[in-house]
């Protein structure tokens, strides 16, 4: 059985450093791609960045430079550093595992399996 469990979230100052732990258990990550995403307060899921088996890197506009996915695929766990939050990143936090890879990353319903999700807020 497919899990994954999120972990690393918290209350931030702006400018701050958070760093999200996605880990994951029941199948190999060499053979899944990993999204991450959020959930602001009363808006829908959005895709933030995403992993493929084959280590290629996606990211969402809004948070190139200031956030970073990396995978230790020892340790089956997948990282979301995020760095110079803002205010507007506060949301509820979610890693997500499929089996596609390319533009179909980026759309919540081509994920099978989710984690339980991490708030994340930045606020001073």
């Known amino acids: 059985q497919v899990q994954l469990a999120e972990s690393g979230g918290g209350l931030v100052e702006p400018g701050g450093s958070l760093r999200l732990s996605c880990a994951f258990s029941?199948?190999?990550?060499?053979?899944?791609?990993i999204g991450w995403f959020r959930q602001p307060p009363g808006k829908e899921r959005a895709f933030l960045a995403a992993?493929?088996?084959?280590?290629?890197?996606y990211y969402v506009d809004s948070v190139k430079g200031r956030f970073t996915v990396s995978k230790d695929k020892d340790k089956n766990t997948v990282y979301l550093e995020m760095n110079s939050l803002k205010p507007e990143d506060t949301a509820v936090y979610y890693c997500?595992?499929?089996?596609?890879?390319?533009?179909?990353?980026?759309?919540?319903?081509?994920?099978?399996?989710w984690g339980q999700g991490t708030q994340v807020t930045v606020s001073s």
């Open positions: 029941g199948q190999n990550l060499r053979t899944v791609s």
């Open positions: 997500a595992a499929t089996d596609l890879t390319g533009v179909s990353l980026g759309i919540p319903k081509n994920y099978q399996n």
């Open positions: 992993i493929t088996w084959a280590d290629t890197i």
